[in-house]
């Protein structure tokens, strides 16, 4: 089984839809493919904070007068009948409404999390293993082929960082990809711990407003990994590193000054064209 076969298969195997032969097939790949798992654990992550937010959210809790109504007409079939036939509409459009508030949570979400989930990979693949299978090119030339806002990173943020956690110091300047993305990578070692800033595209924020800069969001650790990120008009930066989260709250925040520097520059680089 392809890893593309098994991504197409994993919701239904979280919802337990698979055939006994089909369910067998894809936990043999599972269990040699750290990708996919991760992934599916990605996908459990979103199913749980869903149902979470649906939980939570006052606006989407079922009146009691609603449900008591629903629960009398259950019980009633012969006075259900001589109901107005909008009633019974009205209840199809509510419960549609409802499956399309849910489905484009979810969908959002995922979107999220994919991304998330790729900035992840590309710190453990590029920065720590070295094992991406397209060799990382300059920033440079990644902003000439690919997006010019790559060439933001040659001097921001800028080689060294202090922190209250250590002194942050440039070891790396490139652009590579994984999982299909393309990141603009910045690699600091702090002792013996990297720190990757990684810029890239991001569709969910394309069309948002020229001032639509937004303050560091601390994201759930992924594979053991602190991850943080900060949203601009047209993209998206990650800082991921396997410090503690002590530590990696302070670097993140150290950087963060920068990185929101970073997001300034984009937009004018985007006013320009």
Same mark, same amino acid.
């Given at each position: 089984?392809?890893?593309?076969?098994?991504?197409e298969?994993?919701?239904?195997?979280?919802g337990?839809?698979?055939l006994?032969?089909?369910?067998?097939?894809?936990?043999?790949h599972?269990a040699t493919?750290?990708?996919c798992s991760a992934?599916?654990?990605?996908?459990?992550?979103?199913?749980?904070?869903?149902?979470?937010?649906f939980?939570?959210?006052?606006?989407?809790?079922?009146?009691?007068?609603?449900?008591?109504? !629903?629960? *009398? $007409?259950?019980?009633?079939?012969?006075? +259900?009948?001589?109901?107005? =036939?909008? #009633?019974a509409?009205w209840?199809?459009?509510?419960?549609?409404?409802?499956i399309?508030?849910?489905?484009?949570?979810?969908v959002?979400?995922t979107?999220?999390?994919?991304?998330?989930?790729?900035?992840?990979?590309?710190?453990?693949?590029?920065?720590?293993?070295?094992?991406?299978?397209?060799?990382?090119?300059?920033l440079?030339?990644?902003?000439?082929?690919?997006?010019?806002?790559?060439?933001?990173?040659?001097t921001?943020?800028?080689?060294?960082v202090?922190?209250?956690?250590?002194m942050?110091?440039?070891?790396?300047?490139?652009?590579?990809?994984?999982?299909?993305?393309?990141?603009?990578h910045?690699?600091?070692?702090?002792?013996?711990?990297?720190v990757?800033? !990684?810029? *890239? $595209?991001?569709?969910?924020?394309?069309? +948002?407003?020229?001032?639509? =800069?937004? #303050?560091?969001?601390?994201?759930p650790?992924?594979?053991?990994?602190?991850?943080?990120?900060?949203?601009?008009?047209?993209?998206?930066v990650?800082?991921?590193?396997?410090?503690q989260d002590?530590?990696?709250?302070?670097?993140?925040?150290?950087?963060?000054?920068?990185?929101?520097q970073?997001?300034?520059?984009?937009?004018?680089?985007?006013?320009?064209?």
């Amino acid at each position: 089984m392809q890893c593309r076969d098994a991504r197409e298969l994993l919701d239904s195997f979280i919802g337990e839809e698979l055939l006994v032969e089909t369910n067998h097939e894809l936990l043999r790949h599972l269990a040699t493919c750290p990708e996919c798992s991760a992934e599916l654990d990605g996908r459990r992550q979103i199913r749980s904070g869903l149902k979470q937010a649906f939980s939570r959210s006052a606006a989407l809790q079922v009146r009691p007068e609603f449900a008591n109504e !629903l629960a *009398t $007409q259950l019980r009633t079939p012969s006075q +259900s009948v001589s109901k107005p =036939v909008w #009633q019974a509409r009205w209840f199809a459009i509510a419960a549609s409404l409802l499956i399309v508030v849910g489905v484009g949570t979810y969908v959002l979400r995922t979107r999220i999390s994919e991304a998330t989930r790729l900035a992840a990979g590309d710190h453990q693949n590029c920065a720590v293993k070295f094992a991406l299978q397209e060799k990382p090119i300059s920033l440079k030339e990644a902003a000439e082929r690919y997006d010019a806002a790559y060439m933001q990173l040659v001097t921001t943020p800028p080689d060294t960082v202090r922190t209250d956690a250590g002194m942050l110091r440039v070891a790396d300047r490139h652009s590579c990809v994984f999982g299909g993305r393309r990141f603009g990578h910045v690699v600091f070692r702090l002792d013996d711990h990297l720190v990757s800033v !990684l810029m *890239t $595209q991001d569709e969910l924020t394309g069309t +948002s407003s020229k001032n639509d =800069v937004r #303050q560091l969001s601390w994201l759930p650790r992924m594979n053991g990994l602190g991850m943080a990120s900060l949203h601009t008009t047209g993209h998206v930066v990650y800082i991921v590193s396997d410090l503690q989260d002590s530590d990696f709250r302070v670097v993140a925040q150290a950087l963060a000054q920068p990185v929101s520097q970073l997001a300034a520059l984009g937009m004018s680089l985007q006013s320009g064209n």
